[in-house]
């Protein structure tokens, strides 16, 4: 694959450094509070500590900080290094009574696209680890209380006749533009906004490749046989725990029958795709928008989507 198509990819390149050997570390939790350089990452359930102004971003937090020293060590979660110092996130048990001044607790979707990229590396990786520890309470053997390991990576039952680990968990799942050569194929979901299209999705079942889940999922969906399933990208999802693997596939026939799943799916040309493209396209910072970006360049020539 040419390296170009994925330059553009969000959430991709090695941004974090995750520094897996880190994780076995004995006190770590104490270290990194008394580590001057150390940034904290504060998360209250799916809603993360972040300014508004200049533009928005992590509202890092200091170990020194109220809300880091009152934390226990299991509300820590070690994500890596970022500028040289260790990354961390407090996962919040309860809510914060007091925040600091010009921070607020915001979700992550509507600040996609406009934090950088290294900061929505960082709470697209802090949002699956939140969501999964809340999930994972409890062992799914034999029902006994869970307690971290390996720095929040995993989580082992406290059975001494169980003793179970369970690690963060990641539902892979396909995302395909088809295409016939001069056409691609887009669907609509009844809930999306009016007149906007994206590429066909769908999870991958046990037992199935992502190749067989590429040709299963369009087959379903629209009634096109597909050949020749090329990888293009990958982009972690956490809402709440997808792995997006992101396909180019080449349509046998071009006659579609709908499924109950989507309320559309029709041919686009390119033409068609560049005259109404920000109504009928997703966000640039969707793997869904990199994929047909990346066809419309190999169709035409040209560039889809201008970034900064
Ligand atoms: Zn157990």
Redesign the pocket.
């Known amino acids: 694959m040419p390296a170009a198509e994925r330059t553009n990819n969000p959430f991709s390149g090695a941004l974090l450094d995750r520094r897996g050997a880190d994780r076995a570390v004995a006190g770590w939790p104490e270290q990194v509070r008394a580590d001057p350089s150390a940034r904290f990452v504060l998360s209250r359930g799916t809603r993360h500590l972040v300014r508004r102004e200049p533009q928005p971003s992590i509202a890092f937090l200091e170990g020194s900080d109220p809300l880091v020293r009152g934390a226990s060590p299991g509300d820590f979660v070690l994500l890596g290094q970022h500028l040289g110092a260790p990354c961390v996130l407090l996962d919040m048990p309860t809510e914060p009574t007091e925040l600091p001044p010009e921070t607020a607790l915001e979700e992550l979707r509507p600040l996609l696209g406009l934090l950088s990229a290294v900061e929505a590396v960082i709470l697209t990786c802090a949002r699956a680890l939140v969501i999964w520890r809340a999930r994972h309470l ?7 209380p ?1 307690e971290p390991r390996q720095a929040g990576h995993v989580v082992r ?3 001494s ?4 680990d369970f690690f963060p968990r990641i539902d892979p799942a396909v995302i395909v533009i088809v295409h016939d050569g001069r056409q691609a194929l887009l669907g609509r979901q009844a809930s999306w906004p009016k007149g906007r299209y994206s590429a066909l999705a769908g999870f991958v079942e046990p037992g199935e490749s992502l190749e067989d889940a590429v040709m299963r999922e369009v087959a379903e969906e629209t009634g096109i046989r597909v050949t020749e399933a090329h990888y293009f990208a990958s982009q972690p999802w956490p809402f709440p725990a997808s792995m997006m693997v992101g396909f180019h596939a080449e349509a046998e026939h071009s006659t579609i029958r709908l499924d109950d799943e989507l309320e559309d799916a029709r041919w686009f040309s390119a033409e068609e795709i560049a005259a109404s493209r920000e109504a009928l396209l997703p966000a640039p910072y969707t793997i869904a928008r990199q994929l047909i970006d990346a066809w419309y360049l190999k169709v035409t020539g040209r560039a889809l989507t201008v970034t900064a």
């Open positions: 409890h062992c799914g053997v034999c029902g006994s869970t039952c406290t059975s006749a169980c003793g179970a």
